[in-house]
């Protein structure tokens, strides 16, 4: 090691922010075509980066270390792993970095050397390592596509390709050995995805298998959305392959044009690539990861089967960069292309976390996942339907161990095209954390929300100077941006929601989400949800200076949401189910049509609802916005004209200055920094439409109220209704109200009960209930299929004369 070359150097300290002066500094350099018995100069590298950790632990702490990383691929063949040895302190960081004009690639995969032979109908076979087990293969760079029913279309909007019979009886009848294939599909809320195993044939044909814990809520299975893959006798399209793990052949179907000769063919065998291992009394410190590419990293959608608290998500603790024990390092100008599963994952302890620069691109599941321990959370519970009392709740604030990511930043970085496998994901998910930060980030092409705020949270969040859209592609009900404050008093035993924050329990609410939650300066486009939805009992947030292009903003149950001066483009504020003391406040913003409402309790809503302008496109005149006033019992100075916005068609929804949105106290921001900053990432980034997305036109649904059987009901109507009551998509009679003494009433059936099915069959509509209840004869019973808080539950009707 006395030839290193040690010379006084500025090393920034990216992580925590700082600029130190350092004395003393070891280089090490490393490279593909190095030798481990080299001296690690760069004229000698060293070929692995565990040859060069374990030079680097000689300096580490004491001096500042760089790793220097030559061109090309450094193959893994187990995880490499940093420890509070590898350590670097304030003044003399450890960092590894791309050399120069190099993109040095880390994988977690194995370059296969094959000879190709013709199989039949233009597909391929090759011999492969008898060991290898992979569900992951790359050609040249590009992953490819896993034998599949049916086949991939870019175009589909779930699964890349969908279809009813995708593990039916008979079509299993085409497949000799199954096991080992895979079944996916939706939840029939779209409330996320669930994955098995095929584990074989019964002696009825039809197919056996195991999983379906990826979706925390449970459920029924979409009846149409659905796909089978690594099937032998589903490969028969361009792209596609198998591996026969008994025979140890590898097929191929390649695409026209592919010289397979000099391809180049890579396999996953790794999960995590990075991981940095400490805990709070010995954290890894002081390293930074700079300017590399990391691919190859497995599948873990059949991994992700912990239950992620009262959330639809279940979860897979790893990633392909694991931070897990960590203090002030960073990751930074990196690519992460085309992982199996989660991107990034900082798990339990970690403080001051920074990744910084990079591109995600897609990823399995989620971009960047920032998760705490459970037992950092008081009274943790693990499923929508559970619930506590009042009288075994801890009332101590806040989280009740450090065992958790704090004081983390995610900062210009491109997260697109995640969640390709799984589907309860995020561009960025924040759970059992506090103090995360996510700033100038274009997060776009999500099936589900771009960023997710999960339950138990002990906020301090800020999402500022973002761009999201393009997301809820796959999913239902959901947002942009998306959150939930099923805490530990949301649906609590014993305790009156409704008059909670004016008496003797209103710190319930503030025990977790202790700190503010604020998202500003961003902007956001959700064509099939919410630009902003704030769903189950969210709380403590402060929202101001968005503008939201389609969706508009969504508060649910919860309590102390301000939001303010926000632009609603081609939408408004949606209500949904207020406690009458939420505390929240809506003033200063512009909204595009009135309040969408859905489940309110009578007017006034909120504490403050006022000041705010519904723009009238053409109209010079104020006047006053009496359709607002109406709803809310508010509103008094309220007012409907042209906001007089500056240019909206290039996308800048500021103000003039003469404009009546002014004078009701909205203030202009900033409409050009949205979004990543980094050259060569705007250079890719994309942008959100700026105009209205055309709408479907269809068979409107009925709006009237009418009887049944003497009680009154009415169809489930909108995306608002089918989010408040839980339906699979437009569907199901609302019970709006049942007379007391009536024969439905001592049945069972409620107010806001759902009727989803009369004796097993579906009840779309209204209609449907008088159709198939118009043969019911006295005496007769029959059981109906009710959607009650958001829960199935059967109850049997006797007919009455």
Not at 620 to 640: C, F, G, H, I
């Amino acid at each position: 090691m006395d030839r290193i070359m040690k010379k006084q150097l500025v090393i920034s300290l990216t992580a925590i922010g700082l600029v130190v002066p350092v004395i003393h500094a070891a280089s090490l350099y490393v490279a593909p075509t190095g030798n481990d018995a080299g001296a690690g100069t760069q004229q000698q590298p060293f070929a692995t980066l565990q040859r060069a950790q374990q030079a680097a632990r000689k300096f580490a702490g004491r001096e500042a270390v760089t790793v220097n990383l030559a061109d090309g691929t450094f193959y893994l063949s187990a995880p490499l792993v940093f420890t509070a040895e590898d350590s670097g302190n304030a003044k003399a960081a450890v960092v590894y970095q791309a050399l120069p004009g190099t993109k040095p690639v880390i994988s977690g995969g194995v370059e296969l050397k094959l000879k190709w032979e013709p199989y039949k109908d233009g597909i391929m076979q090759a011999k492969v390592p008898e060991d290898l087990k992979t569900e992951e293969i790359f050609v040249n760079g590009t992953r490819q596509i896993l034998a599949r029913y049916p086949n991939f279309d870019a175009r589909a909007q779930y699964f890349d390709g969908f279809a009813e019979d995708a593990f039916s009886k008979e079509r299993a009848a085409r497949w000799a050995d199954p096991a080992g294939g895979y079944c996916h599909a939706m939840h029939p809320a779209l409330w996320g995805g669930f994955t098995w195993i095929i584990t074989g044939k019964d002696a009825n044909g039809e197919i056996t298998k195991d999983g379906g814990w990826q979706n925390n809520r449970g459920g029924g299975v979409h009846k149409t959305i659905r796909f089978v893959e690594n099937i032998f006798e589903e490969l028969d399209a361009p792209g596609e392959w198998f591996l026969n793990r008994k025979t140890h052949v590898l097929y191929f179907y390649p695409p026209a044009g592919l010289d397979l000769t000099k391809a180049k063919v890579a396999a996953t065998r790794l999960t995590n690539l990075i991981e940095l291992r400490g805990d709070a009394q010995q954290p890894v410190r002081f390293i930074a990861l700079k300017g590399l590419t990391f691919r190859h990293a497995n599948r873990t959608v059949m991994d992700t089967r912990e239950p992620l608290l009262r959330s639809d998500w279940a979860i897979f603790r790893g990633g392909a960069i694991l931070f897990n024990g960590a203090e002030d390092c960073a990751l930074e100008d990196a690519l992460i292309d085309q992982v199996g599963g989660n991107a990034v994952f900082v798990n339990n302890y970690n403080r001051r976390i920074t990744i910084r620069g990079c591109e995600i691109a897609k990823a399995g599941a989620s971009g960047v996942v920032f998760l705490g321990d459970y037992n950092a959370a008081r009274n943790p519970l693990f499923n929508y339907v559970q619930t506590q009392k009042l009288a075994g709740i801890d009332r101590t604030p806040g989280p009740k161990s450090d065992n958790y990511p704090a004081d983390c930043l995610v900062d210009d970085c491109l997260i697109h095209l995640t969640g390709r496998v799984e589907k309860q994901t995020a561009g960025v998910n924040i759970d059992l954390a506090q103090n995360i930060t996510v700033r100038h980030c274009s997060i776009y092409d999500m099936p589900r929300a771009g960023i997710n705020i999960g339950d138990g949270c002990w906020g301090g969040h800020l999402i500022e100077f973002c761009d999201v859209f393009d997301t809820v592609k796959e999913t239902g009900d959901h947002g942009s941006f998306n959150s939930w404050g099923r805490d530990r008093y949301w649906h609590l035993g014993g305790v009156n929601m409704n008059t909670l924050t004016s008496g003797p329990d209103k710190d319930l609410p503030m025990l977790d989400a202790a700190k503010p939650t604020i998202l500003r300066n961003s902007r956001w486009r959700c064509d099939h949800g919410w630009d902003i939805d704030l769903d189950d009992g969210s709380s403590n947030y402060h929202i101001y200076n968005n503008l939201c292009l389609n969706g508009g903003i969504k508060n649910r149950e919860g309590y102390l949401r301000t939001v303010e001066n926000n632009i609603m483009v081609n939408n408004s504020f949606h209500p949904h189910l207020w406690y009458p003391a939420s505390g929240d406040v809506f003033r200063h913003n512009i909204v595009f049509a009135d309040y969408r409402p859905a489940v309110m309790q009578a007017p006034p809503w909120g504490e403050v609802m006022d000041h705010n302008l519904w723009h009238t496109p053409g109209q010079n005149a104020t006047q006053p916005a009496v359709m607002l006033q109406k709803q809310s019992q508010r509103d008094a100075n309220s007012l409907m004209a042209d906001a007089q916005f500056v240019d909206p068609a290039s996308g800048n929804y500021q103000v003039t200055d003469g404009s009546p949105a002014l004078k009701l106290g909205f203030k202009n921001f900033p409409m050009d920094q949205f979004g990543v900053q980094k050259p060569a990432l705007k250079a890719l980034a994309r942008t959100p439409l700026l105009v209205a997305a055309a709408k479907k036109k269809g068979p409107q649904r009925d709006v009237r109220e009418q009887d049944w059987r003497g009680t009154k009901v009415r169809n489930i109507i909108g995306q608002g209704e089918m989010s408040a009551f839980g339906t699979p998509g437009e569907s199901g009679v609302l019970v709006v109200a049942v007379p007391a003494g009536s024969p439905l009433a001592a049945a069972g059936l409620q107010k806001d009960d759902v009727i989803l099915k009369l004796d097993g069959k579906p009840i779309v509509q209204f209609a449907d209930l008088t159709r198939l209840s118009a043969s019911l004869k006295p005496g007769q019973e029959i059981k109906l299929g009710i959607l009650r808080s958001q829960k199935e539950v059967t109850i049997v009707l006797r007919i009455t004369p």
